[in-house]
């Protein structure tokens, strides 16, 4: 296993390495210098999402968004525009905004951003616009010195992004390829349905890797194989990856052909779909919709028993989609070649993971807990389609991690968390052995974190 010391780039594996059997070490997961350095090569390089353009829709919204020392305010300044700063009184560096005592993050609504030491005063464009007593600086308080030191922001997606580094690349450019193959989603149309938030006793990639394969469904979740097989193809999309329903059977290829809304295994297509819906909308409560459940309830009715799954599954979207018109919720046009490739999940490097729908989502978000390796804040939110003015209020509720708050599914991927954690951290493990088919996104986010992090690349295993 290469370290710091013999870090080389030419050690880095290749995109094309992802499908060799390969091992990388624990050290990202359980390293507290791993962890302090993330700060610097990681978090203050990358985009990462810090929240919803919905959370601050009029001017003087902003929420902040923490990542290790460094917070964040997101502010609506203009109807059009975002800006956001580090959260820091030019003054003497005390935190701008407070974050309520174990909540989630600040949000709010202001004109100004007043310091409450010594009072200095922000405009939302960040100039400083009240200084006690100025004239005793002489002079030197110029608006360079004092304005809020202001960081780049952007949108995709419905998502606000911001980026810590100066030089970086522009959004749009960082998200590629992913952007391009998801747009068609439209996921600036969807609203937060709910959202969730903990902490958990794991590492954050730990954490979100619990999410990046459905290699573990038949272990994890064994209830949803009635439905399926979790067989999945994984590939590398530069810095981001995905994944997608597979078979080990070349000449079936009715796995292939949808994303999480597939029809399912099973001698007839319109009760397996009403089955799975109804245990998606009950377990996950993500995943689908209650339009995309009804109408699987009624698929027994309006086809007969023979209908082969491809027609059963382009009936019930197509009923969907008319049910959803009607109450003003239009569907997006979408390619069926471009949904297929589009895929199960997606990760969005460093700390993203997504399962895309055409009018619902389910996103996870992990972050760092300091320097603690062993610890994580961890996000999970259901976004929807909904007509105008019924989208539902929502803001982040701390959930504990049981069946009750978090449903049954979802409760099944955190029963491993900690456990992982534990298991890496033990002087037994080898190193971990991703699926080489099945695994490539996690893969892949190792060789992309052993580029930022000069160290950790995955190794081939000798066969
Ligand atoms: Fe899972």
């Known amino acids: 296993m290469n370290n710091k010391a013999d870090f080389n780039p030419d050690n880095l594996i290749q995109v094309e390495d992802l499908s060799e059997p390969l091992t990388y070490s624990?050290?990202?997961?359980?390293?507290?210098?791993?962890?302090?350095?993330?700060?610097?090569?990681?978090?203050?390089?990358?985009?990462?999402?810090?929240?919803?353009?919905?959370?601050?829709?009029?001017?003087?919204?902003?929420?902040?968004?923490?990542?290790?020392d460094d917070s964040i305010i997101?502010?609506?300044?203009?109807?059009?525009?975002?800006k956001a700063f580090y959260n820091v009184c030019s003054h003497r560096g005390r935190q701008l905004v407070d974050k309520?005592?174990?909540?989630?993050?600040?949000?709010?609504?202001?004109?100004?951003?007043?310091?409450?030491?010594?009072?200095?005063?922000?405009?939302?464009?960040?100039?400083?616009?009240?200084?006690?007593?100025k004239d005793d600086w002489k002079g030197a308080l110029n608006d360079?010195?004092?304005?809020?030191?202001?960081?780049?922001?952007?949108?995709w997606g419905g998502w606000v992004w911001i980026n810590m580094d100066p030089d970086c690349v522009p959004l749009r450019e960082y998200l590629e390829p992913a952007a391009g193959l998801l747009d068609q989603?439209?996921?600036?149309?969807?609203?937060y349905h709910w959202r969730q938030w903990i902490v958990f006793d794991c590492n954050w990639k730990t954490a979100l890797e619990a999410f990046m394969e459905p290699y573990h469904v038949?272990?994890?979740?064994?209830?949803?194989?009635?439905?399926?097989?979790?067989?999945?193809?994984?590939?590398?999309?530069?810095?981001?990856?995905?994944?997608?329903?597979?078979?080990?059977?070349?000449?079936?290829?009715?796995?292939?052909?949808?994303i999480v809304t597939r029809a399912g295994k099973g001698p007839d297509a319109r009760k397996t779909i009403a089955q799975m819906q109804q245990d998606f909308w009950e377990t996950i409560r993500g995943s689908t919709t209650p339009t995309l459940v009804n109408a699987a309830q009624r698929l027994v009715d309006e086809l007969p028993e023979d209908t082969p799954p491809e027609e059963v599954h382009e009936h019930w979207y197509e009923s969907a989609k008319r049910d959803d018109a009607a109450r003003g919720v239009i569907w997006p046009t979408i390619d069926p070649e471009k949904l297929a490739k589009a895929g199960l999940a997606w990760h969005i490097f460093p700390n993203m993971s997504f399962i895309p729908g055409l009018t619902f989502a389910l996103g996870y978000r992990a972050r760092p807990y300091g320097d603690d390796p062993n610890k994580c804040i961890f996000e999970a939110y259901a976004l929807e389609r909904y007509p105008k003015g019924e989208e539902p209020k929502t803001e982040w509720v701390y959930a504990e991690p049981t069946e009750e708050k978090w449903r049954k599914v979802l409760a099944q991927d955190f029963s491993n968390m900690a456990a992982v954690q534990k298991g890496m951290r033990s002087r037994g493990f080898r190193g971990a052995?991703?699926?080489?088919?099945q695994e490539q996104k996690i893969t892949n986010?190792?060789?992309n974190l052993a580029r930022f992090m000069s160290r950790g690349s995955p190794q081939l295993l000798d066969k």
């Open 445 to 447: 986010f190792h060789r």
């Open 26 to 68: 624990a050290e990202a997961f359980t390293s507290r210098e791993y962890a302090r350095e993330e700060g610097d090569k990681i978090w203050a390089k990358v985009w990462q999402h810090a929240g919803r353009v919905e959370e601050i829709p009029e001017v003087g919204n902003f929420i902040t968004y923490d990542v290790l």
């Open 433 to 437: 052995l991703p699926n080489p088919h």
């Open 218 to 258: 038949e272990g994890t979740h064994p209830q949803l194989c009635v439905y399926g097989d979790f067989y999945a193809w994984s590939k590398a999309q530069g810095l981001h990856g995905h994944d997608g329903f597979d078979s080990k059977d070349p000449n079936d290829t009715s796995a292939a052909t949808t």
């Open 144 to 155: 360079a010195r004092t304005h809020l030191n202001e960081i780049k922001v952007d949108t």
């Open 74 to 82: 997101i502010v609506r300044d203009t109807p059009d525009t975002l």
């Open 100 to 133: 309520p005592e174990g909540g989630h993050s600040a949000c709010g609504k202001k004109q100004n951003f007043v310091c409450g030491y010594h009072g200095w005063t922000y405009n939302l464009e960040g100039k400083c616009t009240r200084i006690l007593d």
């Open 185 to 191: 989603f439209e996921f600036e149309e969807m609203r």
